[in-house]
């Protein structure tokens, strides 16, 4: 007679349990959907700051390149920051192919990489004893 009332009670607890359980789970799921996967996207969602996302950076400071043999991707976008309070430019020795122009005393000027690899020496026109080489990967 006695294990029949406990029986009735503990069903009732077990599907509270069952049903806490799944609540938990549910919830759970709920939240871990969106955060899973932030690594897919890498290209497409990163319009805010394109400056700061891998982008190369050349320093002019003190009449000098820094790095002065920077190395980037074919067709890559890189951003002259001088430093200097006179006036540089990173200008490609062998033709045309890559000129900042003047880049005045503490502004900041963009050149793009040539899309052919190879190593393409540049130089300062207003410091000519400023040089560096690009290497495009
Ligand atoms: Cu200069």
């Not at 049903?19 to 996207?41: I, K, M, R, V």
């Not at 062998?94 to 040539?114: C, K, N, Q, V, Y």
């Amino acid at each position: 007679m006695s294990p029949s009332p406990r029986r009735r009670r503990a069903v009732p607890l077990v599907l509270g349990a069952v049903a806490a359980l799944l609540l938990a789970t549910a919830c759970s799921d709920g939240d871990g959907e969106p955060s899973p996967a932030p690594p897919s996207p890498p290209t497409s969602s990163a319009p805010s700051s394109p400056e700061s996302a891998g982008a190369l950076r050349i320093t002019t400071e003190d009449f000098a390149f820094s790095p002065a043999d920077p190395e980037v991707g074919p067709g890559e976008k890189i951003t002259v920051v001088n430093k200097d309070s006179a006036a540089h430019t990173v200008t490609a020795t062998d033709g045309d192919a890559f000129d900042t122009g003047s880049i005045a005393g503490g502004e900041s000027g963009t050149f793009t990489a040539p899309s052919e690899a190879g190593r393409y020496a540049f130089v300062c026109t207003f410091h000519p004893n400023m040089t560096g080489t690009l290497i495009v990967r």
